[in-house]
């Protein structure tokens, strides 16, 4: 035997199970990740739909109408200083004093409806 040789380092069989092992737990942590992150965009949208029907119901008592559009809730001189998509949602273009908000195209796939 060669007093050279170095016994040292990893096998191909160690390196493989590593690998296996990181790709079982990617596996796990992918879809409770991708759970979270829904769970996540769908209250912050759900928040938007509460601050636009609290705006809307103010617009409504100021203004003595039933139905008002979007863009006189949004503004810097409005009742919602900014809305922020989360999820590139689209957001109803009118309201109507007694209709439920209903928001969709929530990333692409989902739809969320508050009631006033």
């Known amino acids: 035997m ?3 040789t170095s016994n040292k380092g990893f096998t191909l069989v160690e390196i493989m ?3 296996v092992v990181i790709g079982l737990l990617a596996a796990m942590a992918i879809p ?3 759970k979270v992150r829904s769970s996540s965009q769908d209250k912050a949208i759900t928040n938007n739909m509460r601050q ?3 705006a809307a119901e103010q617009y409504f008592l100021e203004n003595g109408t039933s139905t008002v ?3 006189s809730l949004i503004g810097s ?3 919602v200083k900014a809305l922020n998509t989360v999820a590139n949602e689209a957001y ?3 309201f109507t004093k007694g209709n439920a908000i ?6 692409g796939a989902r739809t969320l409806t508050y009631l006033q």
């Open 102 to 107: 209903i928001v969709s195209g929530i990333a």
């Open 52 to 54: 636009l029907g609290a």
């Open 92 to 94: 109803p273009l009118n």
């Open 77 to 79: 001189s409005a009742y």
């Open 2 to 4: 060669n007093k050279n």
């Open 17 to 19: 199970i590593v690998f």
């Open 69 to 71: 559009q979007l863009t």
């Open 32 to 34: 409770a990740f991708q």
